[in-house]
T-cell receptor, first 111, second 117 residues
């Protein structure tokens, strides 16, 4: 069964304390992995698409990497404004490629 | 680019009322749109998938007659919650995807907070 698991469920960091979020997946033939950021009361905001193992993408303090079994979202020197829930998703093998979402990591960065 | 607008952002209404939520892709054509429901501190739960000009495909357990979806154009989909009751209170989010390629990301609206009294 296709599955996406994120860890940790919640993470508290001091400002400037770098860390990584994990997204593990089991799907039959990965066709891309997507990272999103969701602020409270808002819809998810698209961050990255990763297509193949070894690929890396960066945006400001965020860097996403992909292996054959998992993806990491590295946060370097985070700031309080990076506090949010980070979601990863992979598309199912179907005509509409609907997402399988992970349960998310709630990140809190303290000043 | 890839902006999805969702309206209204917040609705409070009485039990038995029908509520319509609009989802628009502002700067791209959305071949597929998705409707989700999200409970507090939980991930998104897919309700239905719609393609322009065709009937929506509902996920198991989602009542088609309760949640009416119309995707009349490549930029607009609507979700109507019919005869809403307090248990329908939730955060509803739409997303849109342009193109047919599997690696096209979904872009999300900012959600609609629905409260039924």
């Amino acid at each position: 069964e296709d599955q996406v698991t994120q860890s940790p469920e919640a993470l508290r960091l001091q400002e400037g304390e770098s860390s990584s979020l994990n997204c593990s997946y089991t799907v039959s033939g990965l066709r891309g992995l997507f990272w999103y950021r969701q602020d409270p009361g808002k819809g998810p905001e698209f961050l990255f698409t990763l297509y193949s193992a070894g690929e890396e993408k960066e945006k400001e303090r965020l860097k996403a990497t992909l292996t054959k079994k998992e993806s990491f979202l590295h946060i370097t020197a985070p700031k309080p404004e990076d506090s949010a829930t980070y979601l990863c998703a992979v598309p199912r093998h179907s005509g509409t490629y609907k997402y399988i979402f992970g349960t998310g990591t709630r990140l809190k960065v303290l000043a | 680019g890839a902006v999805v607008s969702q309206h209204p952002s917040w609705v409070i209404c009485k039990s038995g009322t029908s509520v319509k939520i609009e989802c628009r892709s502002l700067d791209f054509q959305a071949t597929t749109m998705f409707w989700y429901r999200q409970f507090p501190k939980q991930s998104l739960m897919l309700m239905a998938t719609s393609n322009e000009g065709s009937k929506a495909t509902y996920e198991q357990g989602v009542e088609k007659d309760k949640f009416l979806i119309n995707h009349a154009s490549l930029t607009l989909s609507t979700l109507t919650v019919t005869s809403a009751h307090p248990e329908d209170s939730s955060f509803y989010i739409c997303s849109a995807r342009g193109g047919q390629a599997i690696n096209q990301p979904q872009h999300f609206g900012d959600g609609t907070r629905l409260s039924i009294l």
